[in-house]
């Protein structure tokens, strides 16, 4: 089975500056990968999704940008951080014939 | 977008008691799904539905999902204190990525010992 790695685990960073958070995926190929957003504790909201290397999909209208440099690598980005950036991050996948989702452990960022 | 509505919204509970919490929404699905968070960490899927009518159990979690095709129940039986967190249900968005997940507002579970 798969396993979704996610890092950095807690972030705290100031209002304008950039952010990456990264994740991968292990046990697969040529998976889907997604980019949730939990803001304080309820309601993940899908942000982007990637079909494949290249591929991005944006689901909501924000500051953030992601990439898929390689198969198992799904990056998000800010070049300049808002307040409202603040929240759980999750990276999830889904592979091989089925449709269920799995989830990383998440990062915790907070914009100061 | 697709609108889940989800409730209760929390619930307080005597240990061993049993839980209900239901989803609904204006449209038909084809799956619904079940998701479980502790705090601090990411969700992890209970119970996936696929049929209507069909009811499904994983240990002491059963789920169904309604007829309709609108809603789903999921049910906790002889609570313990690791039921405690937040449970989602979800519903996939389906067409070419499955992963598009639409997520109800959660419900959070507070079992007291």
């Known amino acids: 089975s798969q396993t979704i790695h996610q890092w950095p685990a807690t972030l705290v960073q100031p209002v304008g500056s950039p952010l990456s958070l990264e994740c991968t995926v292990e046990g697969t190929s040529n998976p889907n990968l997604y980019w949730y957003r939990q803001a304080a504790g309820r309601g993940l909201q899908l942000l982007f999704y990637s079909v494949g290397i290249g591929q991005i999909s944006s689901e909501v209208p924000q500051n953030l940008s992601a990439s898929r440099p390689q198969d198992r690598q799904f990056i998000l980005s800010s070049k300049k951080l808002l307040l409202s950036d603040s929240g759980f991050y999750l990276c999830a996948t889904n592979s091989g014939a089925g449709n269920t989702i799995y989830f990383g452990e998440g990062s915790w960022l907070t914009v100061v | 977008g697709q609108q889940l509505n989800q409730s209760p919204q929390s619930m307080f509970i005597q240990e061993g008691e049993d839980v209900s919490m239901n989803c609904t929404s204006s449209s038909i699905f084809n799956t619904w799904l079940w998701y479980k968070q502790d705090p601090g960490e990411g969700p992890v899927l209970l119970i996936a539905l696929y049929k209507a009518g069909e009811l499904t159990s994983n240990g002491r979690l059963t789920a169904q999902f309604g007829i309709t095709r609108k809603d789903s129940f999921l049910n906790i039986s002889a609570s313990i204190p690791s039921d405690v967190g937040i449970y989602f249900c979800?519903?996939?968005?389906?067409?070419?990525?499955?992963?598009?997940?639409?997520f109800g507002q959660g419900t959070i579970l507070t079992v007291h010992p």
């Open positions: 979800a519903i996939n968005a389906g067409g070419t990525s499955y992963g598009k997940l639409t």
